[in-house]
T-cell receptor
Framework: DGGITQSPKYLFRKEGQNVTLSCEQN?????MYWYRQDPGQGLRLIYY???????QKGDIAEGYSVSREKKESFPLTVTSAQKNPTAFYLC?????????????FGDGTRLSIL | AQSVTQLGSHVSVSEGALVLLRCNYS??????LFWYVQYPNQGLQLLLK??????LVKGINGFEAEFKKSETSFHLTKPSAHMSDAAEYFC?????????????FGQGTTLQVKP
């Protein structure tokens, strides 16, 4: 089955540590997105990529970094500069950035601080 | 700037009752609108999307939504609630600026279904 796989499902970060969240898709989608979800705040865009080797900052990119070396993969690194990283992180993809194309979501990674 | 407002962070209905989840948007251009559902500790699943072909949009699991331009609304309804409908629901609008594909989400509405 085609879909988006996020791993791990749960992740714990120590103070001063960088952690990387994995996102892999086999839908042959060009565009990929990372969102952060906090209770009562909906989803906020961290980074997005419209094509391999290119990505742009979203609304809350500070303290995060990404790479897009392969079409299938869009890993997110939460750096030590992100002072409040505890949240649910969702990866999404779409066939392109055309307005009527829905985004498809993975099952998320829940990040907590030790 | 685009925005989405979902009225009511929590909605409670009895099983078999009508479900109505409200969504209003602001947009300077014809919008592309979406409703997603999220079950606990899972990702978002697309319920339906409005893309200007028809104002009444039918989605999965018996849900539908009506686009009303005059009211800038895209409310989600289901005639008869089922226990399995208990989840969080998000309305989203596509940001038309820059062709980024970015979605702007509402705050979400948690639907509780009572037996």
């Amino acid at each position: 089955d085609g879909g988006i796989t996020q791993s791990p499902k749960y992740l714990f970060r120590k103070e001063g540590q960088n952690v990387t969240l994995s996102c892999e898709q086999n839908l042959n989608h060009d565009a990929m997105y990372w969102y952060r979800q906090d209770p009562g705040q909906g989803l906020r865009l961290i980074y997005y990529s419209q094509i391999v080797n290119d990505f742009q900052k979203g609304d809350i990119a500070e303290g995060y970094s990404v790479s897009r070396e392969k079409k299938e993969s869009f890993p997110l690194t939460v750096t030590s500069a992100q002072k409040n990283p505890t949240a649910f992180y969702l990866c999404a993809s779409s066939t392109g950035t055309a307005s009527n194309q829905p985004q498809h979501f993975g099952d998320g990674t829940r990040l907590s601080i030790l | 700037a685009q925005s989405v407002t979902q009225l009511g962070s929590h909605v409670s209905v009895s099983e078999g009752a009508l479900v109505l989840l409200r969504c209003n948007y602001s947009s300077s251009v014809p919008p592309y609108l979406f409703w997603y559902v999220q079950y606990p500790n899972q990702g978002l699943q697309l319920l339906l999307k409005y893309t200007s072909a028809a104002t009444l949009v039918k989605g999965i699991n018996g849900f539908e939504a009506e686009f009303k331009k005059s009211e800038t609304s895209f409310h989600l309804t289901k005639p008869s609630a089922h226990m399995s409908d208990a989840a969080e629901y998000f309305c989203a609008v596509r940001d038309p600026g820059g062709n980024t594909g970015k979605l702007i989400f509402g705050q979400g509405t948690t639907l509780q279904v009572k037996p």
